[in-house]
């Protein structure tokens, strides 16, 4: 588990013990120093070696004040859904909330953008895909993917920095909330961002709806979903006071403060997703698309940081850690205890073919046994038989 921030602090403490231990060689080194000039009586020899101590010193300071830690998360997740009758259907699997979301953001920008809804039909995946790099103005259905995938994890950073800033008690001076208006012009060019987090009175969908005449009412709207299934997302990102969100030089969205910076890299390579069969709602195993996300974290600065300043950034911990949960299939297997329910399942299936074993062989020797010819001694006293010619009859 990737928890940057509590390594911070960790590191702050170790560099503690290292000033401390820095101090104590430097006392012992202007000992010898006065030790040596008494022996060697050359000032110069002496200027020398202090110099090199302080140059010494110097680099030491330089790598840790300015010390670059970085980490690389992978997370490998899926989409599953159905087209039929040119209907993007969801596919249910059990405790897969990812699923769900990424469904409902993708549903609601194909039906309100009946062009991109052709192009991810009729388009065919590439099969050479730059991970490298991101273009979310070309439109094709890996992007649209990709940039659905965007909108998901931007709409679970900021669900989960706003439980993370109240239940903490954080101060509204030391927060900034970034919203459609004041977002760099980059991040919009998203398309389906751009169009789930447009105000409903630009959105036909929502025209004469009750979520529109809540809005005239000076309600304030969050979320909103209209009759057809079109989905509405205000977008507040609550974040450290500081903090920027804009797009780097690759196209990918980056978090930026004094403290660290996180990239996000949405990835989805063009090939199928696995997951156990047991979690399918339906009973029916189905093939989803890939969707992976790289979650590059940069530490900046590895200096002491007070333990009260550096809490408003530690939501980067508990946001790593929660968004492995909500995406990995590795840990939805896990969650769901998928071993136990197959090995359930086999138990089950063992037990029914034995089940329908014996009954098949009750069924067996009950025909057998109605098969064997009865003798008269087998014919009930008061029946006789009557022989002639060349058959046989029983009277009654």
């Not at 194909?110 to 103005?137: M, Q, R, V």
Request: hydrophobic share 40%; proline share 2%.
């Amino acid at each position: 588990m990737f928890r940057p921030i509590d390594d911070l602090q960790d590191n702050n403490r170790n560099i503690i013990l290292l000033l401390a231990t820095v101090l104590i060689l430097s006392l012992a080194t202007n000992l010898l120093a006065s030790l040596l000039f008494k022996m060697i009586n050359n000032l110069f020899v002496i200027i020398i070696l202090c110099l090199i101590s302080l140059l010494f010193g110097i680099l030491l300071l330089k790598n840790i004040y300015f010390s670059h830690h970085k980490y690389v998360i992978r997370l490998y997740g899926g989409y599953w859904y159905n087209l039929k009758s040119k209907e993007l259907e969801k596919v249910s699997i059990s405790g897969y909330e990812f699923n769900n979301d990424f469904h409902r953001y993708l549903f609601s920008f194909l039906n309100e953008n009946k062009a991109f809804k052709n192009i991810f039909e009729k388009n065919k995946k590439g099969i050479t895909i730059n991970k490298s790099s991101f273009d979310p103005t070309i439109k094709d259905k890996l992007t649209i993917l990709r940039s659905t995938l965007e909108v998901v994890v931007l709409d679970f950073l900021q669900l989960h920095l706003n439980s993370y800033f109240i239940k903490n008690e954080i101060n509204d001076f030391e927060i900034i909330k970034i919203t459609r208006d004041n977002l760099d012009p980059s991040i919009l060019k998203n398309r389906v961002l751009d169009s789930i987090t447009k105000d409903m009175d630009e959105r036909e969908a929502f025209i004469n709806d009750n979520s529109t005449s809540l809005k005239e009412k000076n309600c304030s709207v969050v979320y909103s979903m209209s009759k057809n299934g079109i989905f509405y997302n205000r977008l507040e990102i609550e974040l450290p006071s500081g903090t920027t969100i804009h797009r780097n030089n690759e196209g990918f969205i980056e978090i930026d403060n004094k403290l660290f910076k996180l990239t996000i890299v949405p990835i989805v390579e063009g090939y199928s997703s696995i997951v156990s069969s047991v979690l399918f709602e339906d009973g029916n195993y189905k093939c989803g698309e890939n969707i992976s996300l790289n979650l590059e974290v940069q530490i900046k600065r590895s200096f002491i940081i007070p333990k009260k300043s550096i809490q408003v950034y530690q939501w980067l911990d508990s946001f790593l850690q929660a968004i492995e949960e909500y995406i990995s299939i590795d840990k939805l297997e896990k969650k769901m205890k998928v071993d136990v329910l197959q090995l359930i399942i086999k138990n089950l299936k063992s037990s029914n073919n034995i089940f329908i074993q014996n009954n098949n062989s009750k069924i067996v020797n009950t025909a057998h046994k109605s098969r064997i010819a009865k003798t008269p001694d087998d014919i009930p006293v008061n029946k006789k038989w009557d022989v002639g010619g060349n058959s046989s009859k029983m009277l009654f």
